[in-house]
């Protein structure tokens, strides 16, 4: 089982809209409610933004939205800011591998 | 606040051993499940190994199993990850997370350590 896929870019302007796609199969992202979203910053660990498919953990901006159809999953920033430029990463419980993470999504701010 | 720290990366020879350690502080240590997650420079993240509350389960990634052992000391608040035959495919910043649940499988990774760097090189 190789990596989710994810665009490996996304931009936006201040104040749009975004979202980021996280495709898998049946036996992770598919089968389970079990997707999560990270946020890394430039060299910084990354930090947890969305749990089972849509909940936010506490201090993380209500921009922030997850949502899940068949095997892919999506993460949307909604009123993008400058602060919002990283690099997203979503991850999913597997059948297979455990835990298996996406390719990686460079969210540019223009 | 949660706090968690990692220590003990460093440069190693291929097949060497290292053990990189984590002290977690601001929660209740023993009561949560621990993960190993890795990321080779200017790459993406892999789950590495996962440990539940009281050290019940465990569990490996493939690329690992047979040569990492992940343990907890629930009395110092600590967690560790013991490496051998390390290979240059090793090289990675290790992270440990605090899972959200008492259990690893079929959960969250919350907070994570800044992470330390393991760099496997001759």
């Known amino acids: 089982q190789s990596a989710l896929t994810q665009p490996a870019s996304v931009s936006g302007s201040p104040g749009q809209s975004i979202t980021i796609s996280c495709t898998g199969t049946r036996g992770d992202v598919g089968s389970y409610n079990l997707v999560s979203w990270f946020q890394q910053l430039p060299g910084k660990a990354p930090k947890l933004i969305i749990f089972e498919g849509s909940k936010r953990p506490s201090g993380v901006s209500n921009r922030f939205s997850g949502s899940k159809s068949g095997n892919t999953a999506s993460l949307t920033i909604s009123g993008l800011q400058a602060e919002d430029e990283a690099d997203y990463y979503c991850c999913s419980y597997s059948v297979r591998t455990t835990y298996v993470f996406g390719t990686v999504t460079k969210v540019t701010v223009l | 606040e949660v706090q968690l720290v990692e220590s003990g990366g460093a440069l190693v020879r291929p097949g060497r051993s290292l053990n990189v350690s984590c002290a977690g502080s601001?929660?209740?240590?023993?009561?949560?499940?621990m993960h190993w997650v890795r990321q080779p420079p200017g790459k993406g993240l892999e789950w590495v190994a996962g440990?539940?509350?009281?050290?019940?389960?465990?569990g490996y990634a493939d690329s690992v199993k047979g040569r990492f052992t992940i343990s907890r000391d629930d009395a110092r608040n600590s967690l560790y990850l013991q490496m051998n035959s390390l290979g240059p495919e090793d090289t990675a910043w290790y992270y440990c997370?605090?899972?959200?649940?008492?259990?690893?499988?079929?959960?969250?990774?919350?907070?994570w350590g800044p992470g330390t760097l393991v760099t496997v090189s001759t």
């Open positions: 440990i539940s509350a009281y050290g019940g389960t465990i």
């Open positions: 601001g929660f209740s240590f023993g009561d949560y499940a």
């Open positions: 997370a605090k899972d959200l649940n008492s259990w690893y499988e079929k959960s969250w990774f919350g907070p």
